[in-house]
DNA sequence: AATAATACATAAGAAAATTAGGTATATAAA
DNA sequence: TTTATATACCTAATTTTCTTATGTATTATT
């Protein structure tokens, strides 16, 4: 695991990425996708991302459908045109952020 | 300037990576080149500032040497040999993250 | 003379995560 | 069969950290 204070910040990033490549996501799957993909390195916690995916549902940049599946509830969240294009801007942003900091930090860089 | 958020998470690694690898730096004199090197991309406030070089000192990672300049005082802060390895961890760390955050977004760049 | 730049500092408030707890069903292991 | 783990949602108190605002004071520029 990183250090949270690292992570902090690309949440939202994070959320609205994974939403513009899958058309519905519930919260624990995305919290299984985030883990699965990074290998356990980023483990979003329940605490702060209930209240992000309510902010983003509230802001108009998700909407949600619940569903039975059995007798649990589970809510799935789709990303809207303007969410799409906020998670562009997001993903461009911390681009440019990490080449920034590639520099800031003299770090070497090796396109693939 | 990059949305605060982004930022966040990263202010120690920044100044101790700068400390690394200039033998004395002042408060001011670390805002000035954060600016520069950046191109006015990420400008640390004081109020973060500040508290975090203290925190910094209180924990044995610089340590402070106060010079009069003219009528000015100036408050150099110097990096310890435990401040130094914990640079390094930090900067490794980031970079760790960066290559977590590429695949994750799915972004054409590998740091090495 | 007034403004901007240099140079330090702190305190109130806001924002966001952590920690901890709550509810409940389904499945696997002991 | 009972216990633990996994699934699945949620929120509230606390902590952490930054922003914003303010304060002091000297030096340089307009």
Same mark, same amino acid.
């Given at each position: 695991m990183y250090s949270s204070e690292l992570i902090k910040g690309t949440l939202k990033?994070?959320? /609205?990425?994974? !939403?513009?490549?899958?058309?519905?996501?519930?919260?624990?799957?995305?919290?299984?996708k985030v883990k699965e993909l990074t290998g356990g390195k980023i483990q979003l916690t329940e605490g702060?991302?209930?209240?992000? /995916?309510?902010? !983003?549902e509230a802001n108009g940049i998700l909407t949600t459908n619940a569903v039975n599946v059995g007798n649990r509830i589970r809510k799935y969240y789709t990303i809207t045109p303007t969410g799409k294009s906020l998670a562009e801007e997001k993903v461009t942003e911390f681009q440019d952020f990490m080449n920034t900091m590639i520099f800031l930090l003299d770090l070497k860089l090796k396109t693939v």
């Open positions: 990033t994070i959320i /609205l990425k994974l !939403l513009s490549e899958n058309d519905k996501m519930y919260g624990y799957e995305i919290t299984q702060a991302l209930y209240p992000t /995916l309510h902010a !983003l």
